[in-house]
């Protein structure tokens, strides 16, 4: 596709529940990244892949979170037992092989 | 963690004016990126610099990449009302394995007509 986009746009749950959240790069990205952004900030690394390989995960917050790209096109977030500070907006970006990252328009998460 | 100082917060200047922002590290990067936000939407890429020392231009917005490879500063010239928004600086060490970007805290820019 032209960009990055990001499906569902917005997300309300219920709290113990699960949520996936999901990434469609642009085409011929190699590198596929989950960042989450809160209000008035800068957006906070997640995790990231390379083709379907992920690289770093080491900004996933806890166990909860996940993240697959099992074709190394369209990835997934997986929140588990969603609490009320996972509420925030998550962004996703691709980019060409450590270049440049282009941002999607986010999913808004909120859990009551 | 890596952090990146930016300044200022925010801006409030007339239309017509140049702005000029910055972002410094304690940490050496070799990319560093700057982006705007509006409203609702995600980050927009304006600028990306790959070199020490690069002075890159996009129309009235150049950014420069600091010789030490800790900073970076973005300007912005003759400004006009849809220069409105959060402009962010963000930097990563790529090829390292650890390709995530670290974003600055942001620089709301407001003009007065």
């Known amino acids: 596709g032209a960009g990055v986009s990001q499906s569902p746009r917005y997300k309300v749950t219920k709290r113990g529940q699960d949520v996936a959240l999901r990434c469609d790069p642009i085409s011929g990205h190699v590198s596929l990244y989950w960042y989450r952004q809160a209000l008035g900030q800068g957006p906070e690394f997640l995790t990231y892949?390379?083709?379907?390989?992920?690289?770093?995960k080491s900004g996933l917050p806890n166990d909860r979170f996940s993240a697959e790209r099992p074709e190394g096109s369209i990835s997934t977030l997986t929140i588990q037992r969603t609490e009320q500070r996972d509420s925030a907006m998550y962004r996703c970006?691709?980019?060409?092989?450590?270049?440049?990252?282009?941002f999607g328009p986010g999913t808004r998460l909120t859990v009551l | 963690g890596q952090q990146l100082n930016q300044s200022p917060q925010s801006m409030f200047i007339q239309e017509g004016e140049d702005v000029s922002m910055n972002c410094t590290s304690s940490s050496i990067f070799n990319t560093w990126l700057w982006y705007k936000q509006d409203p609702g939407e995600g980050p927009v890429l304006l600028i990306a610099l790959y070199k020490a020392g690069e002075l890159t231009s996009n129309g009235r917005l150049t950014a420069q990449f600091g010789i030490t490879r800790k900073d970076s500063f973005l300007n912005i010239s003759a400004s006009i009302p849809s220069d409105v928004g959060i402009y962010f600086c963000?930097?990563?060490?790529?090829?390292?394995?650890?390709?995530?970007?670290?974003f600055g805290k942001g620089t709301h820019l407001i003009i007065q007509p």
């Open positions: 970006a691709s980019s060409q092989a450590s270049g440049a990252q282009y």
């Open positions: 892949f390379n083709y379907e390989a992920q690289q770093d």
């Open positions: 963000a930097a990563m060490y790529s090829g390292g394995g650890a390709d995530g970007l670290t």
